[in-house]
């Protein structure tokens, strides 16, 4: 009794703690989803986050409809191959029914209205309904080639058949698959394989153009092929097309957004009226500097190994962007500006159902309430997601961000770094919300932390006004002593003896100091200073050893130090070994491949004469590179002409001194070591790719002996 009596309020004490902590817990600690969501850095790499949506409930399961061999009984009737989706402003939710020939209208809440099949001129394969302001009913009516207008009651207005204008070219196949409307009542169609774009029609159904077509790839091997083939050969060849557009939906102001499969990149677009597409610019959230957007996650692409093909996408009330994959299955949510915020997906391959998971996503809506509204093809059923808290809390900062609200939205996004200190956009907000207010010194550490290379930029270039206003009057002082300094000195000791036993001195005459300075030489005279490599000795075994470790030690710093601004990759670390083994395979294969080429064409340099020049030809690396490394930490992007210029001039300066060692060591014409050069290129190539395929094959060659041992253990 006494044991029992000892542990009876530790026990009790320890049951009122857990029941409290159960009640003060936010449910949402408890909540599953049998789904992973992620979001990608400006770096790509992969961030884990709480679940942005959670998956609510499944409509369309019920719908009865009376039976036709006895009207006063109820039929069960469930979709069939479900296509298109559409939410109006009342929150009534339609189904484009495709397998049976049929619109399905639900209320708010999911139970069944009505059926819309039009008995006049009955529906044929619908893929796509549109809702309009009036509550008109615009029905792409598929099998029929055609798209419907109908009243509110399902009444047939008008036909919008295919147009009859010349402007349409008679291959052009009119197989309306979704439509939007604006408020001026002009349609948006969109056609099967109709990479023309979406065909605009006025409220008469006269065409008036095409819009908001996607551009064809052109690559370097097709402007080759325009060059050298015929016009015959050319014609022969197989016309590439740009993507057609897959789904054409509008928001509230009026803004028209499709998305296409085909495309690598721009797979989402936000037009205006004058067909502009607003989001064809670089992400904020971008640190690679890419020119052109690109929609479509994939969690592991190099496991993955396949591109994701978005198919239907919905702008809720906010203008968020959420485009759905029906390759990959996954859920892509973007801000109003194309912006990563979430993105997830399930595993589809179960043989059960799970509630959040869709197996065939077709199409996608959402409600005045943000709610998501996923058509499931493969489970003929509407399955609704709601956002989470963590969700609205990212919603809810990011519209004060998109508003130019920062400072209201400093404290939503402080409270979801809270929750997820690696989720960028809650940096980037906090860093423009500091950047406001002046805080620039927190402002770039958020920017650089986020990977943001504008902010930062601004936020560098404001620090240092700061200081050249704060220090501006020592500056002046400090260079006006020194040159007063220097211009005193010259006076005062121009005719002292020292001056002239220093002008005077004798020059080392050590072989490595002067083959060391004989670098010097080789800038202001390349041919004869790589003459002199070749035929006085000016280069020896010693000096380019030093030249190279030089040259290799400065790249190695270059590519490690640069600032951030013009070398977004330090953020991650640079690799110095990969960096190491980088410059040295380049550089033992260009001297490898030069000689074996200029032995074979006629030339009279030895393979030290070869391996020599070239490394005296990489001093420009350390003479541009060093200096160039350190003015970037003092640089913004205000004057990135300046650096670019540095960086490829110091390019074309190693570029033509190998030029100039391969023309004066080989005894080449300009001809011939243009020739050269590019047959050493080439020779690189080949010799990088048999290497590569000699190691896959011992790789391959060591599995296979490997398993003839294990086969002859066992047995």
């Not at 130019?404 to 906090?430: C, D, I």
């Not at 000791?493 to 670098?519: D, G, M, Y």
């Amino acid at each position: 009794m006494l044991v029992k009596k000892r542990w009876r309020r530790p026990l009790l004490l320890l049951l009122a703690i857990t029941m409290f902590a159960s009640v003060m817990m936010p449910l949402t600690a408890f909540a599953w989803v049998p789904y992973d969501t992620n979001y990608k850095d400006g770096f790509g790499q992969l961030v884990w986050t709480q679940s942005a949506y959670t998956p609510v409930e499944v409509l369309g399961r019920e719908i009865y409809v009376p039976d036709p061999k006895d009207p006063t009984k109820q039929v069960f009737s469930p979709l069939v191959q479900p296509k298109g989706i559409f939410i109006d402003t009342k929150d009534n939710i339609y189904i484009a029914d495709t397998g049976n020939n049929r619109i399905v209208h639900l209320d708010e809440k999911g139970n069944f209205i009505r059926i819309i099949d039009v008995k006049e001129s009955p529906l044929k394969k619908p893929e796509g309904v549109f809702i309009d302001k009036n509550g008109d009913i615009y029905v792409a009516d598929t099998g029929n080639k055609r798209v419907l207008r109908l009243d509110s009651n399902g009444k047939m207005i008008r036909k919008f058949e295919r147009p009859d204008t010349k402007f349409l070219p008679e291959s052009f196949k009119y197989d309306p698959i979704k439509v939007a409307v604006d408020k001026r009542g002009f349609l948006y169609i969109a056609t099967l394989g109709g990479y023309q774009g979406l065909l605009q029609l006025d409220p008469e159904g006269n065409f008036q153009s095409f819009f908001g077509a996607n551009k064809t790839d052109f690559s370097v091997m097709d402007a080759l092929k325009r060059m050298l083939y015929t016009r015959e050969m050319y014609l022969r060849e197989i016309s590439k097309l740009p993507g057609s557009v897959s789904s054409v939906t509008i928001d509230q102001n009026g803004f028209i957004y499709t998305v296409t499969k085909e495309v690598p990149n721009g797979q989402i677009k936000k037009l205006n009226i004058a067909g502009k597409d607003l989001l064809a610019t670089k992400n904020d959230t971008s640190a690679t500097g890419d020119a052109v957007k690109t929609f479509g996650e994939v969690r592991f692409p190099s496991r993955d190994k396949l591109t994701p093909k978005l198919n239907d996408l919905t702008v809720d009330r906010n203008g968020n962007i959420t485009a759905i994959d029906s390759t990959l299955k996954y859920v892509n949510q973007y801000d109003a500006n194309g912006n990563l915020l979430f993105f997830w997906s399930g595993d589809t391959s179960a043989s059960s159902s799970k509630l959040g998971v869709v197996k065939t996503p077709s199409a996608i809506a959402s409600n005045s309430q943000n709610h998501l509204f996923i058509l499931d093809e493969e489970n003929n059923v509407v399955q609704v997601f709601r956002l989470s808290e963590f969700g609205e809390l990212v919603h809810k900062a990011n519209q004060l961000t998109q508003e130019g609200r920062y400072e209201e939205s400093e404290k939503p996004w402080q409270e979801v770094l809270r929750l997820n200190a690696y989720y960028t956009p809650a940096m980037l907000g906090l860093a423009k919300a500091a950047y406001k207010k002046g805080d620039y010194e927190l402002a770039e550490k958020l920017f650089y932390d986020a990977g943001q290379i504008q902010g930062y930029s601004d936020s560098f270039w404001q620090i240092r006004l700061l200081w050249f206003q704060k220090n501006f009057g020592l500056l002046m002082n400090i260079l006006i002593f020194v040159g007063l300094a220097y211009f005193l000195f010259e006076r005062l000791t121009r005719k002292r003896e020292f001056r002239k036993k220093w002008r005077n001195r004798q020059r080392s005459k050590i072989p490595l100091v002067v083959q060391l300075k004989h670098a010097f030489y080789i800038l202001k005279h390349p041919i004869d200073g790589f003459s002199a490599i070749r035929y006085e000795g000016k280069g020896g075994f010693a000096s380019s050893t030093i030249m190279l470790l030089l040259a290799l030690v400065s790249f190695c710093i270059y590519r490690a130090f640069t600032n951030f601004t013009f070398n977004p990759a330090v953020v991650l670390d640079v690799n110095l070994i990969t960096v190491f083994f980088q410059f040295m395979v380049l550089w033992v294969g260009w001297i490898v491949s030069n000689y074996l080429i200029s032995t074979i064409y006629r030339g009279e340099g030895r393979f030290r004469d070869v391996a020599f020049g070239s490394t005296y030809a990489l001093f420009p690396i350390a003479l541009v590179g060093l200096p160039l490394t350190l003015i970037s930490n003092a640089m913004t992007l205000s004057e990135s002409a300046i650096y670019s210029f540095l960086q490829v001039a110091m390019m074309i300066w190693v570029g033509a001194l190998m030029f100039w060692k391969v023309q004066s060591m080989q005894n080449y014409s300009v001809g011939e070591t243009i020739m050269n050069i590019f047959l050493s290129l080439v020779t690189m190539t080949l010799l990088g790719v048999l290497i590569f395929i000699t190691f896959g094959l011992s790789s391959e060659m060591k599995d296979f002996f490997y398993s003839i041992y294990q086969e002859v253990t066992i047995r």
